[in-house]
């Protein structure tokens, strides 16, 4: 069978433009309204996407007039979406440096069954000034300390997963016997981070491990990336940056004993579709217009943790001299560089910067008719760039709509997409092979 595109839809409030929630296309619903996801669920599933992506933050973040996210506990709402969905993914954000394992594994199990081997776990750090103070810390923990916490908790969910074989549960009123307490085992992990004697007390999920995404890009991501992630959501604002990437991470992925295959690059891809490319342009235009320079400075602030860019002047060409070393960064180290590197090869002043973020804060941005969006995309994936794409539609759910109808049907007349949903559970529609428990052979 020939390689197909995966694509996923990144749930981001109204859309992901910063003026999409102002916009007349916009939904109106409430971001507390399940009816407004479920609607989303069910386009997406008409479109026979792969999956449905909900990020997550574990602070307010900033405060006044931001454009809005997520209101919801993406785990809450998985929970209620697998009861109204039939085949997509869904896939949920979670930290590791907030939570633990033992809890996450068995929420994620839990989702696994209720959802009849749907669920994915994205994997984070947690990288937003003021989560800290939400959970009882005193500080940020540094970034390379939460990745160091991230591999052991990896490891401990991992094995909780692993902890039950799959026949441990017998079943059998006629001879009293539910359990097979052989086939269930304590992993007895003692490390620097936690100590966890389990069995977890949820069986073995369906697909064995949730699958496992990532979207962290610095170098200690990908590191990660290369061991345990299954999937990777990146920010790529071009394709030769995408086809680097690409390469990189494979690579490290085949030096760490894996198949190239077992790890699938997803770029985010935000599309402003219309039916010509001047229509496109047109409504691009009319987001751009609902943006706010104290909006975008804001969100760069959060992004390079808390540093005032308003001593800059709006119309005078950047340097990178005007940003942080991205290495002394704490937070979400992995998009500073994709900005700082922007800057490096456009110098653009801090209102232009500010325009283009807004799009997409830093992910490939496209603004045309069906057959445009459709020819970037194959040029992506046909050119080691991409597996797929995880979508990030400006505005919700309109041009999700018109993505459906209008670039999906271009994609399966080329044979670059599916027809139908045909397997089961989301590890086997990724290609993704079944883990075997690291306990019992069977």
């Known amino acids: 069978m020939s390689r197909t595109m995966h694509l996923n839809l990144f749930v981001f409030g109204r859309g992901h433009h910063e003026g999409a929630w102002r916009h007349r296309l ?7 309204d399940f009816d407004y996801y479920r609607g989303l669920a069910e386009l997406a599933e008409k479109g026979l996407l792969d999956s449905l992506f909900f990020a997550d933050i574990l602070a307010m973040g900033t405060s006044g007039g931001q454009p809005p996210a997520n209101h919801l506990e993406p785990i809450s709402l998985l929970a209620a979406l697998s009861s109204v969905t ?13 939570t633990e394992p033992y809890n996450l594994a068995r929420q994620f199990a839990s ?21 800290e103070a939400n959970f009882s810390h005193d500080q940020q923990p540094m970034h ?32 009293g016997i539910y ?22 007390n949820v069986p073995a999920p369906r697909q064995r491990h949730p699958v496992l995404f990532q979207a962290g890009s610095s170098t200690q991501g990908q590191q990660f990336a290369a061991r345990y992630a299954e999937a990777v959501f990146t920010a790529q604002p071009n394709l030769q940056a995408a086809q680097a990437f690409y390469r990189s991470l494979k690579e490290q992925a085949e030096s760490a004993g894996r198949q190239r295959s077992s790890l699938k690059i ?29 909006t975008g400075l804001r969100h760069l602030s959060i992004r390079f943790g808390g540093y005032d860019f308003s001593k800059l002047d709006l119309d005078t060409p950047l340097s990178v001299d005007d940003f942080p070393d991205p290495d002394q960064v704490q937070a979400e180290r992995s998009r500073t560089e994709v900005y700082i590197d922007m800057v490096r090869k456009q110098r653009p002043t801090m209102r232009q910067l500010l325009r283009q973020l807004s799009g997409a804060r830093g992910h490939f941005a496209l603004a045309g008719s069906p057959e445009r969006i459709a020819d970037n995309m194959q040029q ?4 080691e760039a991409a597996d797929g794409f995880n979508l990030m539609p400006p505005i919700l759910p309109a041009l999700l709509e018109t993505f459906v109808d209008e670039v999906i049907p271009l994609l399966q007349q080329r044979s670059l997409f ?9 590890r086997e529609r990724l290609g993704l092979a079944r883990p075997v428990s690291r306990y019992f052979s069977g």
């Open 86 to 98: 039939k085949h997509i993914g869904l896939i949920g954000t979670a930290s590791t440096s907030y």
């Open 26 to 32: 916009a939904a109106t619903n409430s971001l507390t």
């Open 111 to 131: 989702l696994d069954h209720l959802s009849k081997g749907r669920v994915a776990w994205n994997i984070v750090t947690s990288w937003i000034n003021g989560a």
């Open 266 to 294: 997803l770029p985010g891809l935000s599309a402003v579709v219309a039916s010509s490319d001047s229509e496109a342009d047109q409504l691009l235009q009319e987001l751009t217009e609902l943006t706010s320079v104290e």
């Open 179 to 200: 359990l097979d307490p052989q086939r269930i085992k304590p992993i007895d992990h003692k490390g620097i981070h936690f100590q966890v004697r389990g069995p977890l």
């Open 144 to 175: 390379a300390d939460r990745y160091a916490k991230a591999f052991e908790f990896m490891e401990v969910v991992l094995a909780l997963w692993d902890s039950w074989a799959d026949d441990a549960i017998v079943d059998d009123p006629a001879s």
């Open 418 to 426: 599916r027809r139908t949903y045909e397997e089961q559970t989301l």
């Open 380 to 383: 992506w994936f046909e050119n």
